[in-house]
């Protein structure tokens, strides 16, 4: 649907964020879920849909679920993988740490959640 900002993958490496595979129609989240953690796809595709609806198609490079991580709120949104993945699976402490080594990084998911709030306003 959308192009995601790119990702230097080599700072998760740094950090020691953990990469976990998901099979194609594997659930990564649910809508109500707490969110202690958000997601960056390093192969393959994520649906993020809320109502049986696709919000947005995330493939490689892209991040998903920071919202909930920022704000502690439950997740507004069901993660699902739509092929074979690898995500890198941000927990609070290196969130906080990729902001510290990057502070690109922090922009980037800014710039994120800005693409996203306009493509609202514009669907209303």
């Given at each position: 649907m959308t192009e995601n900002p790119h990702f230097d993958f080599s700072l998760l490496a740094q950090g020691n964020i953990p990469v976990k595979k998901f099979a194609a129609d594997e659930k990564i989240f649910l809508a109500g879920d707490t969110g202690s953690a958000m997601f960056i796809v390093?192969?393959?595709?994520?649906?993020?849909?809320?109502?049986?609806?696709?919000?947005?198609?995330?493939?490689?490079?892209?991040?998903?679920?920071?919202?909930?991580?920022?704000?502690?709120?439950?997740?507004?949104?069901?993660a699902v993988a739509l092929e074979p993945c690898e995500i890198a699976v941000v927990e609070q402490p290196g969130f906080l740490g990729l902001i510290q080594q990057s502070p690109k990084f922090a922009l980037t998911v800014m710039q994120l959640m800005a693409q996203r709030i306009r493509r609202t306003n514009e669907s209303l």
């Open positions: 390093r192969t393959g595709k994520v649906a993020i849909k809320t109502g049986g609806i696709i919000l947005e198609n995330v493939g490689p490079g892209g991040l998903f679920g920071e919202m909930a991580l920022i704000d502690g709120s439950p997740r507004s949104a069901t």
